[in-house]
């Protein structure tokens, strides 16, 4: 997946002063991480977007805003009358992210067409 979407929470300009709601939970500044952001949010070259975030990640390993302690393996259960659970088209007609899975912050269920069968 793409982790154009996670940047809410690396980049440095989200860092709010303790005390002020901050999306960049650890208040991490960091110039070489936004510079590493900014470069793979503005071209559309997918080897310079990958050495971008392969540099965005190196940084994060380097300062550790972030010590993940756990890791959550989410399950989603429903009876066999359910339908379109995961993965269904969206209000739009576009394809829905996968449930979950690597990249994804949180665990949506995106419920645009599920439905119970009859039985």
Do not use: C, M
């Amino acid at each position: 997946p793409d982790p154009d979407y996670e940047q809410v929470w690396w980049r440095g300009t989200n860092a709010k002063p303790v005390g002020e709601v901050s999306l960049n939970f650890p208040r991490h500044q960091d110039a070489a991480t936004d510079a590493a952001l900014d470069l793979a949010r503005t071209t559309d070259d997918v080897a310079t977007r990958k050495q971008a975030y392969d540099t965005v990640q190196e940084r994060l390993a380097e300062n550790l805003p972030y010590i993940y302690l756990t890791y959550l393996d989410p399950v989603v259960a429903a009876t066999n009358r359910v339908r379109g659970i995961a993965n269904g088209p969206l209000p739009d007609g576009q394809a829905a992210r996968p449930l979950g899975g690597p990249g994804s912050f949180s665990y949506h269920t995106f419920l645009t067409q599920t439905w119970l069968a009859d039985g």
